[in-house]
T-cell receptor, first 116, second 114 residues
Framework: NAGVTQTPKFQVLKTGQSMTLQCAQD?????MSWYRQDPGMGLRLIHY???????DQGEVPNGYNVSRSTTEDFPLRLLSAAPSQTSVYFC???????????????FGSGTRLTVV | GEDVEQSLFLSVREGDSSVINCTYT??????LYWYKQEPGAGLQLLTY?????DMKQDQRLTVLLNKKDKHLSLRIADTQTGDSAIYFC??????????????FGKGTKLSVIP
């Protein structure tokens, strides 16, 4: 099915561990982004990318790395997990500019991460 | 910078109409969106409105846009228990060629009482 696929759906990490959250889309969207969602805080942008080889920081980038080697994939790496990174993480993608922007973003179903 | 404000909670009785409000600050907004997030799920696009429109209707959903006051509302007629969810308002500003960033509100949690 076309859309944004996130894996894993759930993850428990110990403080200091590293891991990669995967995100893949099959809609040939140029734009991809990572958000975290915390109660009462809404969605906060972590990192985003406007195409392969191009990434930039969002509102809350510290403790996270991203890369975009292909149009389809945009993994999010936690370098050394901390309890403050306990959250639900969403990947989203979109066309850019003259593409069909009326649909806004397509979101993945999320990864629920707990750091103990 | 851009800011999008929503009230955090709304409670309505089943069968009544729900009205979720949103205000935004960016006068160059082009598209405004409403997303729905059901428990444990991602955000799904409900509807959108272009900034040169005043109203858009789609079955039980009515979107009203007051561009002068930068106010957007989503009305759900005959609210059902399946409408219980968090509703996010989002705006896309015209930042030139390749505009792509959406600014989201914090979301309004709609609770429908049977």
């Amino acid at each position: 099915n076309a859309g944004v696929t996130q894996t894993p759906k759930f993850q428990v990490l110990k403080t200091g561990q590293s891991m990669t959250l995967q995100c893949a889309q099959d809609m040939n969207h140029e734009y991809m982004s990572w958000y975290r969602q915390d109660p009462g805080m809404g969605l906060r942008l972590i990192h985003y990318s406007v195409g392969a080889g191009i990434t930039d920081q969002g509102e809350v980038p510290n403790g996270y790395n991203v890369s975009r080697s292909t149009t389809e994939d945009f993994p999010l790496r936690l370098l050394s997990a901390a309890p403050s990174q306990t959250s639900v993480y969403f990947c989203a993608s979109s066309y850019i500019g003259t593409g069909d922007i009326t649909y806004g973003y397509t979101f993945g179903s999320g990864t629920r991460l707990t750091v103990v | 910078g851009e800011d999008v404000e929503q009230s955090l909670f709304l409670s309505v009785r089943e069968g009544d109409s729900s009205v979720i409000n949103c205000t935004y600050t960016d006068s160059s907004s082009t598209y405004l969106y409403w997303y729905k997030q059901e428990p444990g799920a991602g955000l799904q696009l409900l509807t959108y409105i272009f900034s040169n429109m005043d109203m858009k209707q789609d079955q039980r959903l009515t979107v009203l846009l007051n561009k002068k006051d930068k106010h957007l509302s989503l009305r759900i007629a005959d609210t059902q228990t399946g409408d219980s969810a968090i509703y996010f308002c989002a705006e896309r500003s015209d930042s030139g060629a390749g505009s792509y960033q959406l600014t989201f509100g914090k979301g309004t949690k709609l609770s429908v009482i049977p």
